[in-house]
């Protein structure tokens, strides 16, 4: 398992950080899915894919944790109904 980034271990608690602050890719899956299954790979695929709003600076992403709510719900699908009923 890698090493949490600096920034985060300094500041484990999501709620320490604000809506808008900036986080690299790495940062962001530490810090809002320490455990799994979701990682800075995975994110980098949902910008790629047009889910994940980012911010391109001096050629490094960053997201906030606003940005990343807004692709969870926008993912969100309602439940399948079943055949038989």
């Not at 979701?38 to 889910?51: E, K, N, V």
């Amino acid at each position: 398992m890698k090493p949490k980034p600096r920034r985060i271990a300094a500041r484990p608690d999501p709620e320490a950080w604000s809506d808008t602050d900036p986080l690299s890719l790495e940062e962001a899956a530490a810090l809002m899915f320490p455990d799994g299954p979701y990682t800075a790979s995975t994110l980098r695929s949902c910008y790629r894919q047009g889910f994940l709003e980012v911010t391109i600076l001096a050629r490094k992403l960053t997201t906030n944790k606003r940005a990343i709510r807004e692709m969870m719900e926008a993912a969100r699908r309602p439940p399948r109904k079943h055949a038989g009923t």
